[in-house]
């Protein structure tokens, strides 16, 4: 597994505590939550761990909605098949470290605010390097199941505050999108199979709420099709990282299908929660 614990802060240019003035950029979100919140959500500190269909787009509204310091981690390297649902997937961009290719695009919507970058895979070998950072408030995006409950785990043993998505692919309908405690969710068969892990293997309780709040959709999970390109031979990796031995999409069961206005509204739907929960503290 991969234990590189290399990272990348881009530096801010950043005012003073005692001189934070709005800046007009935030205008609008100011004008509905008031310079108070603005500056509450300046001086947090939120992690987005997996950069990619929910996690780019939970860090760019957070970015835009003026929290001062988001720091990325994500091992994944930018894919052709990225481009129709992740914001970091754009020309030019295929084979870049998504991490470090939404870091630069947050730099460049808000100069002011610090984005670290952490290129890495999330696993228990990394967890503590990864979570010394300290964030306030943590974004599992993590498709990994393993990962997913390990993060989860974690967070819940050290009280750390997370929110986390369920499944988002497979799916066409966003007004079917929810949030409830992951004890709760219904309809969503990796929320499912996560309560199961964490019941089983880290000995959660069978009853009661978690306390973890998850996104989730309980639209029936969609089946994938076959394309006329697969000439029948079923679904051929083409990423640039495709012999990775952390990630190959050869070594998939399944390849799901997905959609940017579905796993986009999950992003945006957690950044709603933490800029709520940071506006009310």
Known sequence: METNTQTETLNPV???????????RFDRMGRLVGDDAMLKLFKSHVMIIGIGGVGS????????????????????EV????????????????????????????????????????PMFYNAENSEAILSRQPDIIVDAIDNLTAKAHLLNTCRTQ?????????????????????????????????????????????????????????FSDEEPIQPVELKYDNGEGFKCVCPQNQNNLHSCEHRNVIWGTASFVTGAFG?????WIVQEVVKA
């Open 14 to 24: 950043q005012p003073e505590e005692t001189k934070y003035v709005l800046h007009r």
């Open 57 to 76: 787009w939970a860090a760019e509204a957070l970015a835009r909605s003026g929290v001062g310091k988001i720091t990325l981690v994500d091992f994944d």
């Open 79 to 118: 894919c052709i098949t990225n481009a129709n649902r992740q914001l970091h997937a754009i020309q030019g961009m295929v084979g870049k470290k998504k991490a470090e290719v939404m870091g630069e695009r947050l730099r460049k919507i808000n100069p002011q605010m610090t984005v670290d970058v952490m």
């Open 159 to 215: 009280n750390l505050k997370v929110i986390t998505s369920a499944g988002a692919a497979a799916r066409l309908d966003p007004m079917q999108i929810k949030r409830a405690d992951l004890a709760d969710t219904y309809g969503d068969p990796m929320a499912q199979q996560l309560r199961k892990i964490l019941r089983q293997k880290y000995d959660w309780p069978s009853k009661g709420g978690f306390g973890i709040p998850c996104v």
């Open 268 to 272: 945006l739907n957690i950044a709603s």
